[in-house]
């Protein structure tokens, strides 16, 4: 199983429709949770953390089920400027302090189209 | 406030080549992370330094493959005798990391886009 694991897609939706991305961790212990946003050929960039509360941010929800081992990812209202591929990443982490790994899925690819 | 620098943008060898990769981190961090990126992959962990030392390089393959952060300049990934499967984008990332118990927020250069012929 990998470690983390995304809603292969692509995803093709018009504007303004409501978008969810699902993710799956492997590692019970994985102790920091992030979205990611990639623009084609361009780098990774912070879109958010995810807490084990939830937490919205503008048109973007995101939640974790620590039980469950899932993160997912809620655009709302989307727009052209959302197309990129969204990346879900995890901190595994361990009792030794290396909690600076990050391990990234896959990545969805968006595309809003107008 | 530069953020992460990262030459050369692009890079093109010939198998059996060397490839040299450098990163600048943001002003004030001294921690930095290089990821590979394989064409249809995701990004994967190679190695983490501080000046002068090498934290974590389980990600880096054994062989050919070696990175430094000196004292004064940049950080090197450096690949010996490449070969066509080391064509990949990689990516460098620095934080400021002050404590040990904490993730700090990586932020990443653009990536080096290296193509063996």
């Known amino acids: 199983r990998k470690e983390v694991e995304q809603d292969p897609g692509p995803f093709n939706v018009p504007e303004g429709a409501t978008v969810a991305f699902n993710c799956t961790y492997s590692n019970s212990a994985s102790q920091s949770f992030f979205w990611y946003r990639q623009d084609c050929r361009k780098e990774p960039k912070l879109l958010m953390s995810?807490?084990?509360s939830g937490n919205e941010d503008g048109r973007f929800t995101a939640q974790l089920n620590r039980a469950s081992q899932y993160i997912s990812l809620l655009i709302r209202d989307s727009k052209l400027s959302d197309s990129a591929t969204y990346l879900c990443v995890v901190n595994i982490g361990s009792s030794g302090g290396s909690n600076y790994k990050l391990t990234f899925g896959k990545g969805t690819l968006l595309t809003v189209n107008p | 406030n530069a953020g992460v620098m990262q030459n050369p943008r692009h890079l093109v060898r010939r198998r059996g080549q060397e490839a040299r990769l450098r990163c600048s981190p943001m002003k004030g961090h001294s921690h930095v992370y290089w990821y590979r990126q394989l064409p249809e992959e995701g990004l994967k962990f190679m190695v983490y330094?501080?000046?002068?030392?090498?934290?974590?390089e389980s990600g880096m393959p054994k062989e050919r493959f070696s990175a430094e952060f000196p004292k004064e300049g940049p950080s090197i990934l450096r690949i010996q005798q490449v070969v066509r499967g080391d064509s990949a984008a990689y990516f460098c990332?620095?934080?400021?990391?002050?404590?040990?118990?904490?993730?700090?927020?990586?932020?990443f250069g653009p990536g080096t886009r290296l193509t063996v012929l």
């Open positions: 990332a620095s934080s400021s990391r002050t404590s040990s118990s904490t993730t700090d927020t990586q932020y």
């Open positions: 330094l501080q000046k002068e030392n090498i934290i974590d």
């Open positions: 995810v807490y084990s």
